[in-house]
């Protein structure tokens, strides 16, 4: 494996500082953190965690949840390749970080950069290979990640999917459908999703829409954010169906917030030996 961290320091302003035993990397002013990345978990996947509301304490993503220990704030996954699962930690499914560049620049006006190439071993058989670059641009009450992946298929035709789609008596979308970049919300937030049909909440999920909208409010404090997560047009099967969790009530009224596009909510994605796909995402936090 191959690590190199490009590490700036500034004071006052608004600063990169890079934690120097995990080399996490966070956007910080007056003592409070914009965003942290996360070069890898555990399970070998890197990840934002926090994504703050800008200006407060207040954390809009949940890291590693009672319910669901493998959610990991802002993060990608596949569910399933060639029927492996990538998604839960397990050993027949690996996700491998190979190299990673991390760049911090001097000052805050410059984008942060983080570019990375994946494995993913299918019981000890690379599948996949993916080359991965983030970009993070920050403003003073707002960031966007800047989100582009793209995978190749090695020696074997691979299936990308996700545990089948199935509604519930009322005809809402409750099981499966989950694969791709996900963002899981934090607990003690209000939270209203909208997407480009107007559809809200739960019936978000499933639909095809080039983005969705998030407002959040944390209920103890009255901070607010709007958060803009949206499909690049030439993606895949754009615009995306979504896959969208939005219960107050789930695990003992803690409530369960879980969104991210889907392109293979409905049907699998194939990939023959050497052929690729790329996928491009926009996600931004704006404080109100």
Known sequence: MIWTLVACYASAE???????????????????????????SKEGKPYFH??????????????????????LGLW?????????????????GVTRVLSQTVTPPSNSNQPFCAD????????GEELVREARSIRVTTGEE????????????????????????????????ATGGYAGLMWRFSDGLALTYTNDLGKTDVSTCGEKSARL?????????????????CDH????????PWFARHSTNAHG???????GPSAIFYEPLTLSPGTTVRFRYTVSVERL
């Open 14 to 40: 608004p600063h990169f500082t890079t934690d120097t035993s995990s080399g996490a990397v966070s956007l910080q002013e007056d003592g409070k953190t914009y965003w942290t990345y996360v070069q890898q």
């Open 50 to 71: 926090p994504l703050n509301i800008p200006g407060t304490e207040t954390s809009l993503t949940s890291f590693r949840p009672p319910d669901h220990a493998w959610h």
């Open 76 to 92: 990608f996954s596949w569910k399933f390749i060639n029927m492996v699962n990538f998604w839960e930690p397990d050993s027949n």
């Open 116 to 123: 990375t190439v994946l494995a993913y071993i299918a019981q």
């Open 142 to 173: 707002s960031y966007t990640i800047a989100w582009d992946s793209t995978f190749t298929a090695q020696k074997r035709e691979v299936s990308f999917a996700t545990t089948p789609v199935t509604k519930d008596k009322t005809g809402i979308w």
């Open 213 to 229: 909208e998030i407002f959040a409010e944390e209920k103890a404090t009255g901070a607010k954010a709007k958060i803009s997560f």
């Open 233 to 240: 047009p030439e993606n895949p099967r754009h615009p995306s």
């Open 253 to 259: 009224g803690r409530g369960y917030y879980l969104v």
